[in-house]
């Protein structure tokens, strides 16, 4: 990829890509600050460094799908994060601060890798730090929907803070159109009768006739 490639490309939300790129040119993703969907794809069995260089480039939230080698699929997010230089006036420097939970996510890579297991480690002091409740939730979510290389005890995790916010998980899964989802959903969840009923009446705002059929029998 050429220097200043992208450069600006402020109308682009998705990349798509495989995961042999050998060199990255200087400035080539600088200000696509639209970006927030990655679509990586693996070409062997030892990783390239794409994504390790997408999160480092991008303090912005990524949405990041890996089609592996082996047909899996693993999806991740990667929370944003601010990087702000503020001026201390009466001792006459600059101070560094980080806003947001997100930058241990962009920089969890070793040599370049990424590691799902600290990936899953960081769930506590992500929701320890600043954070956007929604973010979380997707988070918690894609790792139980695709679970690569998930632990059992980081799965008890996620279950945990899912079922801390029952109804914003099902409704929002309800959003995705993605029945083999919702069931999982419904089974880690085990919603009330009432949150079904809520859940059945977005269903039928939206004219989502399989979900709406799934959650009726659920009731």
């Known amino acids: 990829?050429?220097?200043?490639?992208?450069?600006?490309?402020?109308?682009?939300?998705?990349?798509?890509?495989?995961?042999?790129?050998?060199?990255?040119?200087?400035?080539?993703?600088?200000?696509?600050?639209?970006?927030?969907a990655?679509?990586?794809?693996?070409?062997?069995?030892?990783?390239?460094?794409?994504?390790a260089?997408?999160?480092?480039?991008?303090?912005?939230?990524?949405?990041v799908t890996v089609y592996e080698t082996d047909g899996?699929?693993?999806r991740l997010v990667f929370?944003?994060?601010v990087e702000a230089y503020e001026e201390n006036c009466p001792a006459h420097h600059f101070d560094y601060t980080i806003y947001g939970g997100g930058h241990a996510y962009h920089h969890v890579f070793r040599d370049r890798q990424l590691s799902l297991r600290d990936y899953d480690g960081l769930w506590g002091k992500y929701l320890g730090e600043e954070h956007e409740p929604e973010?979380?939730?997707?988070?918690?979510?894609?790792?139980?929907?695709w679970p690569s290389g998930l632990s059992r005890e980081a799965e008890e995790r996620y279950w945990q803070?899912?079922?801390?916010?029952?109804?914003?998980?099902?409704?929002w899964q309800l959003s995705q159109k993605d029945i083999p989802g919702l069931r999982l959903l419904l089974d880690g969840l085990q919603p009330d009768p009432e949150l079904l009923g809520a859940a059945c009446e977005q269903a039928r705002r939206a004219r989502d006739t399989e979900?709406?059929?799934?959650?009726?029998?659920?009731?």
């Open 38 to 51: 990655v679509f990586l794809t693996r070409v062997g069995k030892t990783h390239g460094e794409a994504l």
């Open 1 to 36: 990829v050429g220097d200043y490639a992208l450069y600006g490309c402020r109308e682009m939300h998705t990349l798509r890509l495989h995961d042999r790129v050998e060199r990255w040119g200087g400035g080539c993703l600088m200000n696509c600050r639209a970006l927030r």
């Open 79 to 81: 929370p944003d994060f």
């Open 53 to 63: 260089f997408l999160c480092d480039e991008l303090h912005e939230e990524l949405d």
């Open 211 to 219: 979900a709406l059929a799934l959650l009726l029998a659920r009731r």
């Open 135 to 145: 973010t979380a939730l997707r988070l918690a979510w894609l790792r139980l929907r």
């Open 72 to 74: 899996g699929v693993t």
């Open 161 to 171: 803070y899912l079922k801390g916010c029952p109804r914003e998980a099902l409704l």
